[in-house]
């Protein structure tokens, strides 16, 4: 099923080094907006920032991909010293294709990313391990919205995985 999320976190902070390797996970490519930082945030938390260099630090290979043609993602990506792929079009594949080239020696590529009609999708459709995180926060009514429309596939994608573990 195209919408359900691999796996499910409360924050990218989750996704540490060691459960990005149990799970074989060597480039972690990830959605920016609401995911990395909110839309009314200028800079990243600082658990944010540990996080990205633990896993930095640890080998595993970090990469934006985002819809925004230019602006804080690329901006961020470069004073972070992080890969950037832009105007990804999720959750058509011209990210997650260019995503796929860069990094075609790695084992496992996963996405993160806030939404399931972009991030979830796309990632699915491309054929990488797609993880759901919550938003970090939703200022507007849209988003609000947008994210209620996404609720009933979340559900399902939590049941999924639940009766996966056992
Ligand atoms: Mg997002």
Redesign the pocket.
């Known amino acids: 099923m195209l919408l359900l999320p691999d796996l499910i976190v409360g924050s990218v902070c989750d996704l540490t080094p060691e459960l990005l390797e149990w799970h074989g996970i060597d480039t972690l490519l990830m ?1 920016f ?3 990395i930082m909110a839309y009314t945030e200028d800079v990243p938390s600082q658990d944010v920032l540990s996080w990205l260099e633990s896993v930095k630090n640890s080998g595993i290979c970090l990469c934006i991909v985002s819809n925004t043609k230019r602006g804080r993602a690329p901006a961020f990506a470069e004073k972070n010293g992080i890969d950037c792929i832009t105007a990804a079009k999720k959750p058509f594949q011209r990210g997650v294709r260019e995503a796929k080239k860069r990094y075609a020696g790695s084992k496992k590529l996963a996405l993160v ?3 399931i009609y972009t ?1 979830v999708l796309g990632a699915n459709i491309g054929g990488v391990f797609s993880i759901l995180t919550k938003p970090i926060h939703l200022h507007n009514i849209w988003l609000r919205l947008r994210n209620d429309l996404e609720k009933p596939w979340i559900a399902w994608g939590r049941r999924r995985l639940r009766l996966d573990e056992t």
């Open positions: 959605d907006d609401n995911t990313g806030d939404q991030d």
